[in-house]
């Protein structure tokens, strides 16, 4: 996910006064709005709870009303804080810190805690209505459609929700996977426009898990419905013969072997993202980049209208980054954005090894970067657990197993504002490194490319090497 702070805001307080507001943007959206105090007593608790060393920097408190220039350093200052502690694998996945982003979500879009009936999608476009709170997390969301449709626990974690916006020819866009530090129901009614749904769809790439999820009814129906929906979108590419087979099969309600059928057809399991633009194999070409199978698969039309496809291993990935920019809608402006006036340019650079010792980077252009990182990153969590003597089951039941009841969110969204806190010692250091058992890992932080788009270049996402031998 892509934290940002591109704006402030002087808003009015309760008592007439006035306060300066800095808008946090996920993926170039905002989510919500809070005060230089809520930041800090967040830091302070961080720091209580972790202790200094763990703890980024925080920008100091001031005596005297900021300039107009000290604010812009503060919320230059804010931003690269929030960065900084969503990247650390403790910090970033801390009940501490997504919490508080629930929690200032809604107070933001002033959504008060009540029941509601919130729309889940399913891959064949029906719909499952499922009880819930305006103030349930996703996994809340995500444990009330499974109760909706009986799918049991140990299955639940095989499957995530998914932000999409439904273009007008029925064409899916993958927006990004809803996360733990949101609410479902606040982020899609934010967004007030009737085209963004929640869908349902199963979160693994390795299809060898698709039997675990088959030995169940309601498993085998979902990822039966996920499989039509594909073909029929064109995702997976079908021939006549295989066509004819498979409407056989579909006529008989032979289900497992539809989807047997389907594995062993080209981009099976494969998100497919919208047209963009790509650098290679030359600056300026369309690609359609599709992820699944552990690659990236680019289907590219050369300036000379010629088409060509490749694939890209994410074993042979040394490391990949997202770098964000402020646009001028309006060609040929020279002045300051501003949230009006500016789109978010987003791009994925990955630095491909595309011989023994020849590494190159391309670059994809795409709204749906940060989507395309994500699928990176949970190929590489897979691959890892596997090469580990891991089982990614036990991993998705932990994950499940350990997600927050609805009552401790309640009560998280409930709790009292975050009050000012004493001037913290600020000598802490930002650790943008993971570990993990038996891999080899190699990173990229934000501080250290000089080739950024902007200062809003995040996550230096883990690849590792070692494991595949394909190449472009």
């Known amino acids: 996910m892509h934290f940002s702070i591109p704006e402030t805001e002087v808003r009015s307080g309760e008592n007439g006064s006035t306060y300066v507001a800095y808008n946090i943007h996920v993926n170039g959206v905002l989510h919500c709005r809070v005060r230089y105090s ?68 809604q107070e933001t879009q002033q959504i008060p805690t009540e029941e509601v009936a919130l729309d889940i999608c399913l891959s064949n476009g029906q719909k499952v209505t499922v009880n819930i709170l305006t103030s349930d997390q996703t996994e ?52 007030r426009s009737s085209e963004f749904h929640i869908l349902l769809r199963k979160s693994y790439w390795d299809m060898s898990y698709d039997a675990d999820v088959m030995d169940n009814r309601v498993g085998l129906n979902l990822l039966y419905a996920q499989t039509v929906s594909d073909i029929e979108r064109g995702w997976i590419l079908v021939n006549k013969d295989q066509h004819r087979q498979l409407k056989s099969l579909q006529e008989k309600g032979s289900k497992k072997e539809f989807i047997h059928l389907g594995q062993t057809l080209k981009y099976y399991g494969y998100i497919k993202f919208d047209p963009c633009i790509t650098d290679f194999p030359e600056k300026g070409c369309q690609v ?11 289907h590219v039309k050369l300036p000379n209208e010629q088409m060509k496809e490749g694939s890209f291993k994410v074993t042979r990935m040394r490391c990949w980054r997202v770098t964000s920019s402020q646009v001028p809608i ?32 391309v ?31 036990k991993m998705l039941r932990k994950r499940h197993s350990g997600s ?49 788009i902007s200062g809003n270049d995040f996550h230096g996402n883990y690849a590792f090497e070692g494991i595949g031998d394909d190449d472009l």
Not at 65 to 73: G, K, N
Not at 332 to 337: H, S, V
């Open 38 to 105: 809520q930041l800090l007593g967040l830091h302070e608790q961080i720091k209580k709870e972790y202790g200094s060393n763990m703890v980024p920097a925080f920008p100091p408190k001031k005596i005297f009303t900021l300039t107009p220039a000290e604010v812009e350093q503060r919320r230059e200052q804010l931003e690269k804080y929030m960065q900084a502690v969503r990247q650390d694998p403790l910090l970033g996945a801390s009940e501490l810190f997504n919490s508080f982003l629930r929690k200032a979500q």
């Open 140 to 191: 809340d969301v995500l444990d009330a459609v499974a109760t909706k449709l009986d799918l049991p626990d140990d299955l639940v974690g095989y499957f995530s929700l998914f932000l999409v916006r439904e273009g007008v020819d029925g064409g899916l866009t993958f927006v990004r996977k809803l996360q733990e530090f949101e609410l479902p129901y606040v982020s899609i009614t934010s967004l």
């Open 288 to 298: 359609i980049v599709s992820a699944g199978n552990n690659e990236l698969n680019f």
């Open 330 to 361: 309006a060609n040929g402006t020279t002045t300051p954005c501003s949230s009006s006036k500016c789109d978010v340019k987003l791009e994925l650079a990955f630095e491909y090894l595309m011989s023994k010792d020849r590494l190159q980077w």
């Open 363 to 393: 670059t994809i252009s795409s709204q749906q970067a940060i989507m395309m990182s994500i699928c990176l990153q949970s190929m590489v969590d897979e691959l890892m657990v596997k090469k580990s003597g891991g089982s990614i089951k």
């Open 404 to 452: 927050i009841h609805r009552s401790e969110s309640q009560q998280n969204v409930k709790s009292p504002p975050l009050l000012d806190s004493p001037d913290p010692n600020r000598e802490q250091i930002v650790k943008l490194s993971t570990k993990l058992n038996s891999v080899s890992l190699r990173g990229i932080s934000a501080s250290n490319s000089a080739n950024d």
